[in-house]
Every structure is written in structure tokens, then in C-alpha cells.
Nanobody, 122 residues
Framework: QLTESGGGVVQAGDSLKLSCVVR????????????MGWFRQAPGKERELVAA????????RYSDSVKGRFTVSRITDMSTVYLQMNSLKPEDTAVYYC?????????????WGQGTQVTVSS
């Protein structure tokens, strides 16, 4: 239902743009009724929320670790959410997941994608 793409192997300082296409949300609820989050999980670490955007796109928030470098956006007509990642650092290396949630805050994830690997070399 949620399909991420755009991950890869890059060098420190490079950029990547992740995409998440959303299909078949529960009970046929429209995409714009869901807040969307980007989470990441590095080996041996807990999954963390790095960016969130409200259903209408008017509210966004970021973790301190990515603020100023990452930008979350969404296009309703395409049922797609993006994560633009600039000035990547080795500590950004993780599997990145998108998740849909009826709640913007807290956003814990009702529906999840399979994840896409991002590896940043120094």
C-alpha cells in the first residue's frame, strides 16, 4: 500500500530525494485525511520519526537531527509524499520508511511501507 523509492549509496554532502506512493488506504479513506511521516532505523538503534506532514500539508515538523537539511512535501493528486535530503551525513545512514497515520501528532504509523536503504559514505 505504501511504496518507497529513491534510496541509494551516496557520499557525505550529497542529496537524495525519497518518494512514497500511497495506494489503498484502510476503508478507502482519502490520502488527504492522513498525515504522513518519514521514519528511519539505523542498525542497533530504535526507529525514529525524522519528518512529518499533515494531511493538508499545512503543518510540518522535523527531528533536530535533520532540521534545516531535510524537507518533507506531498502532492495530493498523486498520492505521493517526498523527503528531500540535502547535505547528507554518514549518521543519516538507515532504512527509511514512510508511514500513514490519521493523527498528525502523535504520529506513530497506522500503515507502513517496506523501507528503502540510504547509505552515506564519508
Amino acid at each position: 500500500q505504501l511504496t518507497e523509492s529513491g534510496g541509494g549509496v551516496v557520499q557525505a554532502g550529497d542529496s537524495l530525494k525519497l518518494s512514497c506512493v500511497v495506494r489503498g488506504l484502510p476503508s478507502g479513506t482519502p490520502f488527504y485525511n492522513y498525515a504522513m511521516g518519514w521514519f528511519r532505523q539505523a542498525p542497533g538503534k530504535e526507529r525514529e520519526l525524522v519528518a512529518a506532514i499533515s494531511g493538508g500539508g499545512g503543518m510540518r515538523r522535523y527531528s533536530d537531527s535533520v532540521k534545516g537539511r531535510f524537507t518533507v512535501s506531498r502532492i495530493t493528486d498523486m498520492s505521493t509524499v517526498y523527503l528531500q535530503m540535502n547535505s547528507l551525513k554518514p549518521e543519516d545512514t538507515a532504512v527509511y520508511y514512510c508511514a500513514a497515520d490519521r493523527s498528525y501528532q502523535p504520529l506513530k504509523g497506522d500503515v507502513w511501507g517496506q523501507g528503502t536503504q540510504v547509505t552515506v559514505s564519508s
